[in-house]
C-alpha cells in the first residue's frame, strides 16, 4: 500500500533536516581542522581556504571575509551547472562556515595546538578538514571552493571527487611559498592535501564505484518512473515466472553510482516497502552516464 501524503512529506522534512544538520556538522568538522590546527602552523590547505590563509598571512585580512567573497563567484556557476538544490546547500554550507570561523577562531586565540609537531597538526588538521568536506557531499551539498569544481567535472566525468580536489589545489599550496618563503611548510600542504583528499574519499565511500540493482515490486512501473525522474537513470523491466508459484513477476535492473544508492532506497521504501531489492557491486560500467570504453 502507497505511504499517505502526510507520511512521505514528514519524511521528506526529515530528510531535508538531515541534510541540513549534516552539512553544519561537516562545516564544524572543517572549520576545527583548518583554524586550530593548520593555520596557526602556518600549513596550507587547499581551494578557496587555502586561499584564504594566503591572504591571511599576506595582508592579516581573517579568513571568513576572503572565504565568502571566493566563493560568491564560484556559487554562480554552481547555481547554473548544478542546479538549484544543489546549490542551496552549498550556499547553507557557505555561510555556516563564514558564521563558524570567527567564533572557533575567538574561542581559540590563545590556544596553539601542536606548535612543535608540525606534522601531527598536518595530520589531525587534515583528517578534520577531508571528514567535513566528505560528510557535506554525502547530504549533497559542499563546502564551496574548488568543491564545486570537482562536483561539476564529477557529474560528467567518473573521476573521484577526491582526485578532482588533489589536482585542482595543487597550484593554490604551491603558491603559499611566495608567503611563507618556506618549503617545508608546502610539503606540509601537499601532505595535508593528500590525507584529506584520502579521507574525503573514504567518506563518500569510493564515489567512482557503480552498483546493479534487482528491484521486484508490484508497482513496478510507479518506482521505475521515480528512477527514471529523480536520478535520470535507465530501468529496464524483465518478465519472470516465480517457480513456487508459477506466477509471472516484472523484475527491474538498475544501474546507477554507489552514492545514488541511499536516495534509490528511500524512492523504494516510500512507494513500496515490501519491495524485493538485490543490491551488488560491479567492477566497470561503460556507456551513456557512466565510463567510456577505452580499448588500445
Known amino acids: 500500500m502507497k505511504p499517505s501524503l502526510s507520511v512521505t512529506s514528514r519524511q521528506l522534512m526529515w530528510r531535508e533536516m538531515h541534510d541540513y544538520l549534516m ?7 572543517y572549520a576545527i581542522g583548518w583554524t586550530v ?9 587547499g581551494g578557496v581556504p587555502g586561499i584564504a590563509s594566503i591572504v591571511y598571512w599576506a595582508t592579516g585580512l581573517n579568513v571568513q571575509y576572503t572565504y565568502f567573497a571566493i566563493n560568491g563567484g564560484l556559487l554562480i556557476a554552481s547555481l547554473v551547472v548544478l542546479g538549484w538544490k544543489f546549490s542551496v546547500k552549498t550556499i547553507f554550507a557557505v555561510l555556516v562556515m563564514t558564521f563558524i570561523l570567527p567564533i572557533i577562531q575567538s574561542a581559540t586565540s590563545g590556544l596553539h595546538l601542536l606548535g612543535d609537531q608540525p606534522f601531527m597538526a598536518c595530520v589531525i588538521g587534515a583528517s578534520f578538514c577531508g571528514s567535513g568536506i566528505g560528510i557535506a557531499f554525502s547530504a549533497n551539498g559542499s563546502s564551496g571552493g574548488t568543491d564545486i569544481i570537482a562536483a561539476i567535472i564529477n557529474k560528467y566525468r567518473d573521476i573521484t571527487l577526491g582526485r578532482v580536489i588533489l589536482m585542482t589545489d595543487m597550484i593554490i599550496i604551491s603558491s603559499s611559498y611566495f608567503v611563507l618563503h618556506d618549503w617545508e611548510k608546502v610539503v606540509y600542504g601537499f601532505a595535508t592535501l593528500y590525507i584529506s583528499s584520502f579521507v574525503l574519499d573514504q567518506v563518500v565511500n569510493s564515489a567512482r564505484q557503480s552498483v546493479q540493482f534487482f528491484i521486484i515490486s508490484k508497482q513496478y512501473e510507479e518506482i521505475g518512473r521515480r528512477i527514471n525522474k529523480d536520478l535520470h537513470r535507465g530501468v529496464t523491466v524483465i ?11 516484472k523484475m527491474m535492473f538498475v544501474l546507477a553510482k554507489k552514492r545514488e544508492s541511499t536516495t534509490i532506497f528511500r524512492l523504494i521504501k ?13 567492477i566497470g560500467v561503460y556507456g551513456e552516464g557512466f565510463d567510456h570504453i577505452k580499448v588500445k
Open 23 to 29: 552539512i553544519a556538522l561537516g562545516m564544524l568538522s
Open 270 to 282: 516510500d512507494i513500496d516497502p515490501e519491495a524485493f531489492v538485490s543490491q551488488s557491486s560491479v
Open 239 to 249: 518478465d519472470g515466472t516465480g517457480l513456487y508459484t508459477g506466477l509471472g513477476i
Open 37 to 45: 590546527f593548520l593555520l596557526p602552523n602556518d600549513i596550507t590547505t
